[in-house]
Each structure stands twice: as structure tokens, then as C-alpha cells.
């Protein structure tokens, strides 16, 4: 059974930054792409960022050069380094991953950014 646990979420003035981590049961993170999605208040859920099982990263346009994805095979955790914070980044952050036919969301992570 896929596990997927989010933390590191906080409340923060902007510019400031926060580090995300998803730790994930077995070893899902060496073997699967791993993404970050937010949901704003009243929004709906929204890519943000992904991984490959390579390292290949993408980004969502209006965090690009302000967040990092990575991920560390031997914790089985993928991390969302978010600089540069801005109060529309404000959202509950989910760790997601699709492995054998199925979507799997961790429980999400509140960030605040207050102006």
C-alpha cells in the first residue's frame, strides 16, 4: 500500500521560504515520478512541480526560479524547496504520485504567506 505523509508546512512572511517533505512507504520515490500540487481556499487542486525517476524537473510558470523539487532515494523523500514566497502561494501543498493504475495524495500541508 502506497503511504504518501506531507510536512514542513507553516506560516511565513513573504519573501521567506519553507521546505517541504514527503516521505513515502517502501521505496516509491526511486521508482515512481513524484509531484507537488496546491489548493488554494475555495480553488482547485494545481500542479506545481515534478520529479522523474531520472531527475527530470518541471515546474508550474509562476514558481519557476523560486521552488526546487528533489527528491533523496535513500529516505524515500521527495522535498519542495520554496523560495521567494509570496502570499499567492498560500495553499494546502499534496504529495502525489501514480504507480500501477493508481493516484495516490499524501494528507497535504497548510502554507501561509502573509504580505
Known amino acids: 500500500q502506497v503511504q504518501l505523509v506531507e510536512s514542513g508546512g507553516g506560516q511565513v512572511q513573504a519573501g521567506g521560504s519553507l521546505r517541504l517533505s514527503c516521505a513515502a512507504s517502501?521505496?516509491?520515490?526511486?521508482?515512481?515520478?513524484m509531484r507537488w500540487y496546491r489548493q488554494a481556499l475555495g480553488q482547485q487542486r494545481d500542479f506545481v512541480a515534478g520529479?522523474?525517476?531520472?531527475?527530470?524537473?518541471g515546474y508550474v510558470d509562476s514558481v519557476k526560479g523560486r521552488f526546487t523539487i528533489s527528491r533523496d532515494n535513500a529516505k524515500n523523500t521527495v522535498i519542495l524547496q520554496m523560495n521567494s514566497l509570496k502570499p499567492e502561494d498560500t495553499a494546502v501543498y499534496f504529495c502525489n504520485t501514480f504507480r500501477d493504475g493508481t493516484n495516490y495524495w499524501g494528507q497535504g500541508t497548510q502554507v501561509t504567506v502573509s504580505a
Open positions: 517502501g521505496s516509491i520515490v526511486s521508482t515512481s515520478a
Open positions: 520529479i522523474t525517476t531520472g531527475g527530470i524537473t
